[in-house]
Nanobody
Framework: QVQLVESGGGLVQAGGSLRLSCAASGRTFSIRFMGWFRQAPGKEREFVAGISWSGANTYYVDSVKGRFTISRDNAKNTVDLQMNSLKPEDTAVYYC????????????????WGQGTQVTVSS
């Protein structure tokens, strides 16, 4: 099993920044890919960004390209999501997820999930 714990959510004004962090523990040797998803009220869970476990490859949904940056810290087994120029439409619960296979933007492909952290962007 893999345990994922997110931190760093909160309330920020439009144009501001937040940094989310996801700490992985347990059988992390089985992880091949890490993703950040978000889910706003009444909407489906959406892929935001992803990174290979090695950190060599990154992927972003078009709506966050140029604003969000995903990164890995191999020593700490963490995956961070730096979010800049935040917009009210970025408001959602953000989830960290781990996949034992390679890149996927589909939530049902991921094997492990964190509990989620709320990000609220006020206008």
């Amino acid at each position: 099993q893999v345990q994922l714990v997110e931190s760093g959510g909160g309330l920020v004004q439009a144009g501001g920044s937040l940094r989310l962090s996801c700490a992985a523990s347990g059988r992390t040797f089985s992880i091949r890919f890490m993703g950040w998803f978000r889910q706003a009220p009444g909407k489906e869970r959406e892929f935001v960004a992803g990174i290979s476990w090695s950190g060599a490859n990154t992927y972003y949904v078009d709506s966050v390209k140029g604003r969000f940056t995903i990164s890995r810290d191999n020593a700490k087994n963490t995956v961070d999501l730096q979010m800049n120029s935040l917009k009210p439409e970025d408001t959602a619960v953000y989830y960290c997820a781990a996949d034992r296979s390679y890149y996927s933007s589909r939530a049902y492909d991921y094997d492990y999930w964190g509990q989620g952290t709320q990000v609220t962007v006020s206008s």
